[in-house]
């Protein structure tokens, strides 16, 4: 039976991001327009709320068998959101006076609304029209400075490596379809071989037949479709051009937006669909994500543009989060789910941390500051609180306490540690705790190089103009940042809870 409630999210979005374009034209003004952009994002999120104050943990609203709303939908919803919120918000004077800010926050909300319709999906289509349409609205607003030769570039290469993945990992479900049907039409007869759940019942009786060789194939094309979109090495060579090209917000989007939305459809597809088959792909995947987190810091060590940097950065951080899909592999319910939690836990807050950065660097840059590390010399003194605030940021993302970056890598490498202690099976996992901490100390240098030259070296005496609503965008990752990390544990279990609801535990 069809419950309009759980639809109800992605309606008001979508719907009043459509209208964006018309709100622009009528009362020819940006600041009312990203008001209206504003007011959508709260009007989604308030249903989203809804659901949370009157529904238990395991409580679940479907809509025609294809999207549900559950905890661990709405806990991606509403991250989601936030991180549309704050991007608007810092929108509001980074885009004042540009053309075309009607269809730039209609972009916005859509791909935003892309987003929710992949944490809400059960099935194959549905996840794959959501990245689409996140992914289109990202390669349009990614060029949205269409003078600037850069962004342009950006967004060139952006559409190209997203249409070959779009291509590859379409082949890799087109391919899990196949087998899918051929098993189903064997073992339950009418029922759909799209969902992940009837997915989840071929493979599993695919596994021992000639079938397998082809389901290792889908496998690795759907890896290789989704690791683009989460810049996991070695996909992740658009990262560092796209996030320097595109308008720095949406570069924020970017990293705290669609990327957390990739995990979302590797996590469906791999712990839902492809459980049966979890001997063949997460010793591999745990390799992928040390190569990642190693990379990624490393090449973040040489970078002399902040952008460029915190890219670099997000690659590794990719790969911390990819540590969560081996560990939820293991067959103890309980540790599973704290590994799935843990890293539901890592990408809250990340979206806060990456998201707060890359918005200072965009709110100094309408300050007249370059993009280059040596530019931030003597910025203490000269915007005292962004320097501090961007101090706090870089400091949680290298795991450093009490921020909230520190709870989310102790609980996530914790997870590793509770998985190597089940049995001899999973004596490798130790491995993905001890690259991840040497990792975080690794990155310590190249986050702890912005803050000396921020407050050791000395720069200009001239004091930064600093836009208020941005700072206001900037606060509110702040404050997400020292919550959480002050007081950790209510997030960690509404993580927790998401992890059990997604598991059906």
């Known amino acids: 039976m069809a419950d309009y409630t759980a639809i109800l999210p992605l309606v008001a979005l979508a719907g009043l991001g459509l209208l964006a374009p018309a709100v622009r034209i009528l009362s020819k003004s940006d600041k009312i327009t990203a008001i209206w952009a504003l007011a959508g994002i709260l009007i989604s999120g308030f249903f989203v709320v809804q659901f949370y104050l009157n529904h238990a943990p395991g409580t679940a609203i479907g809509y025609i068998g294809v999207v549900e709303l559950n905890y661990f939908s709405a806990l991606f919803m509403l991250l989601f959101l936030s991180v549309a919120g704050y991007v608007v918000l810092a929108s509001l004077r980074?885009?004042?006076?540009?053309?075309?800010?009607?269809?730039?926050?209609?972009?916005?909300?859509?791909a935003t609304t892309g987003m929710m319709i992949v944490a809400?999906?059960?099935?194959?289509?549905?996840?794959?029209?959501?990245?689409?349409?996140?992914?289109?609205?990202?390669?349009?607003l990614v060029a949205f400075r269409k003078q600037s030769k850069r962004g342009a570039e950006a967004a060139t290469k952006y559409f190209i490596f997203g249409a070959v993945a779009s291509g590859i990992s379409l082949f890799g479900i087109s391919l899990l379809y196949g087998i899918s049907t051929q098993f189903l039409y064997l073992l339950t007869p009418g029922t759909s071989p799209l969902t992940f759940?009837?997915?989840?019942?071929?493979?599993?009786?695919?596994?021992?037949?000639?079938?397998?060789?082809?389901?290792f194939l889908a496998t690795i094309m759907i890896l290789a479709g989704f690791g683009f979109k989460i810049a996991l090495v070695p996909f992740h060579m658009w990262a560092p051009d796209v996030y320097e090209g595109a308008p720095t917000t949406i570069t924020a989007m970017l990293a705290a937006g669609s990327k957390k939305m990739g995990f979302v459809a590797l996590f469906k597809v791999f712990l839902l669909g492809l459980i049966a088959t979890k001997s063949d792909w997460s010793l591999l995947i745990g390799l992928i994500a040390i190569i990642t987190m190693t990379l990624g810091n490393v090449i973040?060590?040489?970078?002399?543009?902040?952008?460029?940097?915190?890219?670099?950065?997000?690659?590794?951080?990719?790969?911390?989060?990819?540590?969560?899909?081996?560990?939820?592999?293991?067959?103890?319910?309980?540790?599973?789910?704290?590994g799935l939690g843990a890293g539901i836990f890592h990408m809250l807050t990340h979206a806060f941390m990456k998201g707060g950065a890359f918005i200072i660097v965009a709110t100094l840059s309408m300050a007249a500051l370059g993009e280059s590390i040596a530019d931030y010399k003597g910025l203490a003194k000269r915007a005292p609180l962004m320097a501090f605030a961007l101090m706090l940021m870089l400091f949680s993302l290298a795991g450093i306490p009490p921020l909230a970056g520190f709870a989310s890598k102790f609980v996530l490498f914790s997870s590793a540690i509770d998985a190597w202690q089940l049995s001899d099976a999973n004596n490798w996992m130790i491995w993905l705790a001890i690259a991840g901490i040497l990792n975080s100390a690794l990155s310590l240098y190249y986050y702890a190089r912005v803050v000396k030259y921020m407050y050791v070296e000395k720069g200009p005496d001239t004091k930064l103009k600093i836009s208020k609503v941005m700072a206001a965008a900037v606060g509110i990752c702040f404050v997400a940042v020292v919550l959480i990390g002050i007081y950790p544990d209510p997030f960690i279990q509404v993580c927790l809870d998401a992890a059990h609801a997604f598991l059906g535990l």
């Open 300 to 338: 973040a060590v040489s970078q002399t543009n902040i952008k460029r940097m915190l890219a670099y950065s997000s690659i590794a951080q990719a790969g911390y989060v990819l540590i969560a899909l081996p560990i939820a592999t293991v067959n103890d319910p309980n540790t599973a789910a704290y």
């Open 94 to 110: 980074f885009v004042d006076g540009e053309k075309h800010t009607g269809e730039y926050y209609a972009l916005i909300m859509l």
């Open 120 to 140: 809400m999906s059960l099935d194959l289509i549905t996840l794959f029209v959501g990245i689409e349409l996140t992914s289109l609205s990202s390669y349009a």
């Open 197 to 215: 759940e009837n997915i989840g019942i071929a493979v599993a009786a695919a596994v021992g037949t000639p079938a397998q060789g082809m389901l």
